[in-house]
């Protein structure tokens, strides 16, 4: 799965600007109007980056960015401080509240682009790379074809999306509503068995005429990428 990008801004057409070119380039992406409703949102589920306006109503950018930066799940989330302000001590206040980049309005969409993607393959180079590799299983999200030991593996668009999400962060437990907001994203209704349905397509695909499964069920929780798996 590409990078979920949350981007706080209470200008509504600078926000449909951005939301446009980040989807265009492939980024999921998340919207909040005021800095108090994404500091909720933000409590509920971490994105990858935050574009973040200095002034907000609510919650100031400033004050959620250091919010951010005290709490251990978000102390090292990358963030890009937007705003009006260009001058040399207004950068320098942005930067030392613990924004990781700092861009003055208006500025060039495919210059803040680059720096998404200059933070995100910093911070989570799994997220941006091409081909994603596993033991002997790799998968060319530009290409859409996964390979295990030499042999082609023919998936359909879910199964290859779910182990897309699994290889982006091996030996990471995943419940199934987890995967069902990852894979199928939150705005579709799925029943949580469907999960148990797919991981065990994927499965009998991903392992004819192998004897290892890479793939752990953790019962009570839910699926992983076993992280002992090709380290035998």
């Known amino acids: ?25 492939d980024f999921q ?37 250091r919010r951010l930066r005290a709490r251990p799940e978000t102390k090292q989330l990358p963030i ?3 705003t009006a302000r260009g001058e040399e ?3 320098v206040r942005g930067l030392a509240t613990g924004a990781d980049d700092y861009i003055v309005k208006p500025f060039s969409v495919p210059e803040l682009l680059a720096r998404v993607r200059a933070l995100l393959r910093r911070s989570s180079p799994e997220r941006v790379s091409n081909v994603l590799t596993f033991g002997d299983v790799e998968i060319d999200r530009e290409k859409k074809r996964v390979i295990r030991g030499g042999r082609a593996i023919d998936l359909g668009p879910t199964e290859f999306r779910l182990l897309e999400f699994l290889m982006e962060r091996p030996g990471r437990v995943f419940s199934r509503e987890q995967l069902l907001d990852g894979v199928w994203g939150s705005e579709v209704y799925v029943d949580e068995r469907t999960v148990d349905v797919h991981v065990g397509r994927l499965r009998k695909v991903l392992n004819r005429g192998h004897d290892d499964d890479p793939i752990r069920t953790v019962r009570g929780s839910g699926y992983a990428l076993d992280d002992r798996y090709g380290k035998a």
Do not use: F, H, Q
Request: with cysteine; net charge negative; charged share 30%.
């Open 1 to 25: 799965m590409s990078a979920r990008i949350l981007i706080v801004e209470d200008e509504e057409a600078l926000t449909t600007l951005l939301r446009y070119n980040l989807e265009a380039e």
């Open 29 to 65: 992406v998340d919207t909040a109007a005021r800095g108090d409703d994404a500091d909720t949102m933000l409590k509920e589920k971490v994105p990858d980056l935050v574009i973040l306006d200095w002034m907000l109503p609510g919650l100031s950018g400033i004050e959620l960015c």
């Open 80 to 82: 890009i401080m937007l």
């Open 89 to 91: 001590s207004e950068r």
